[in-house]
């Protein structure tokens, strides 16, 4: 297995955790465990709000810059 295999394998497990721990005993526990999977597929943005805030801002420049380059 390569190094990026593991790093991805890393990350779904972790996010799978992240997934299990809110849905039985988290904040979130009365949502349903599909809400929980999506929460958990992008659990660095839900467990720092400041990462997710970050990825906004990133997300909201690369539409910007979607949306200039397709005018011309």
Not at 1 to 27: D, H
Not at 34 to 45: F, K, Q, S, V
Request: charged share 5%.
């Amino acid at each position: 297995m390569t190094l990026k295999g593991k790093l991805i394998s890393g990350y779904l497990v972790i996010g799978l955790i992240y997934t299990l721990y809110s849905w039985l005993f988290g904040a979130y526990s009365y949502a349903s465990f599909a809400y929980n999977l999506g929460r958990g597929l992008i659990w660095p943005a839900a467990m720092f709000p400041a990462f997710g805030a970050f990825l906004g801002v990133i997300v909201l420049l690369v539409v910007i810059g979607a949306l200039h380059l397709s005018r011309r």
